[in-house]
């Protein structure tokens, strides 16, 4: 199962970097995507979205439902 979501705050390619690395320390997270140019993310796997909320809040975005 995968899930798209609007990330906030994202400017850079380090700044996509970081989403990406936090997404994917959350247990369930079987793949990540990242695309800076239109601020989503697409998650692979089984994760809770408040995880992953919580993962991008901690790499200081903010992730909402697309």
Do not use: F, H, Q
């Not at 906030?8 to 995507?33: F, L, N, P, W």
């Amino acid at each position: 199962m995968s899930s798209t979501y609007k990330v906030s705050g994202m400017t850079c390619g380090g700044c996509a970097g970081k989403v990406k690395t936090e997404i994917s320390k959350v247990d369930g997270v079987t793949d990540v995507e990242v695309d800076l140019t239109s601020g989503t993310v697409t998650v692979a796997g089984t994760a809770e979205e408040a995880l992953l909320r919580d993962a991008v809040e901690e790499a200081g975005y903010e992730l909402t439902a697309v």
